[in-house]
């Protein structure tokens, strides 16, 4: 139900003013310990100049390098890591067309092809989705996590629920509520947001117990640099998962993947494979997943084409 819930909402969600990504790491002292179930990234000033770069992810170690697009650098001196893992960012990094490979006095070295912008990266937007406020699991301690943090602008629960007011006070007061109808589209904002400071320090919770909780100061650079890696990540992304390779699969028009043969919105991850009664090996159907999150969002599929075609959008969205 969650999942069906949360591709729902990232399609309705689209629009080309922004970036809808899904699970997304957004712990920053201890990676892993925090998932964020949906990102929105709005664009910045350097958006455009960062979608003519390249239309997926560009790795951080080549992003955090000491290489520009000036005079190229050796591998050597651009990269503080053991010769292999450098090795393997730079091919990465030039498969995506972020640097270029020369020699320099007989040594590997590398360039970029643009200059990498800085300020590309608008507003960032987390969205914990909670289709039934009955079973709530860790809803609390992460939405706590989330506010006490501060490394995105707002953070929203989205619930499929009806909202008391004994809900809203178990949760931070800074974080806002949507009441989402799958089925319709429909999105009710009942509790407006209220702005976090990414800019500023911030706490992040290791653990809590009864007796003590366990935290970690996180400063402003690190919130910066984890920030940029969460929009690099989802810019990279996106948030349609590819089809099962089932005679059964199909999407919807808007790219989520759909079994013919049980009537709905499946998991492929999860629900298809040889596990299911109905499985039928074949090649995964043709979705469209570029063109319709080209067509839909602030995502530019083909930089190498005309180039971003479109005015960075900088509307509000909530």
């Not at 650098?73 to 990269?79: I, R």
């Not at 028009?253 to 629900?271: L, M, N, T």
Request: proline share 9%; aromatic share 6%.
């Amino acid at each position: 139900m969650e999942y069906r819930f949360e591709l729902a909402l990232c399609a309705a969600l689209e629009s080309p003013d922004r970036v809808v990504a899904r699970q997304l790491g957004a712990g920053v002292e201890t990676p892993g310990t925090r998932i964020v179930d949906v990102c929105l990234l709005s664009p910045g000033a350097g958006f455009e100049d960062r979608a003519a770069i390249s239309a997926e992810r560009i790795p951080d170690p080549a992003i955090e390098a000491a290489v520009g697009p000036g005079e190229a650098v050796p591998v050597a001196d651009a990269f503080d890591l053991p010769p292999e893992r450098a090795a393997a960012v730079v091919d990465r990094a030039v498969e995506v067309g972020y640097l270029e490979r020369e020699r320099r006095n007989g040594r590997p070295a590398v360039r970029a092809t643009a200059r990498y912008p800085d300020d590309w990266v608008g507003r960032l937007v987390a969205v914990e989705n909670k289709p039934d406020l009955g079973t709530p699991g860790d809803l609390e301690a992460q939405l706590r996590y989330d506010a006490a943090l501060g490394l995105f602008d707002e953070v929203v629960l989205a619930t499929g629920s009806y909202v008391t007011r004994a809900h809203l006070n178990r949760i931070p007061d800074a974080v806002g509520v949507w009441r989402f109808d799958p089925e319709t589209g429909e999105r009710e904002v009942v509790r407006e947001p209220t702005p976090l400071d990414p800019d500023a320090p911030g706490v992040e919770i290791r653990a809590e117990r009864p007796s003590r909780t366990d935290v970690a100061l996180v400063d402003a650079e690190a919130k910066a640099r984890k920030r940029r890696r969460i929009a690099e990540r989802a810019y990279g992304k996106g948030w349609r998962p590819r089809p099962p390779g089932c005679a059964h699969a199909e999407a919807t028009a808007d790219g989520r993947p759909r079994c013919a043969q049980f009537d709905r919105v499946v998991d492929p991850g999860r629900e298809c494979g040889s596990g299911c009664r109905a499985f039928d090996p074949a090649d995964p159907p043709e979705t469209g997943r570029d063109r319709l999150r080209d067509r839909r969002t602030a995502w530019v599929a083909d930089p190498d084409g005309d180039g971003p075609r479109r005015q960075s959008g900088l509307s509000r969205y909530l």
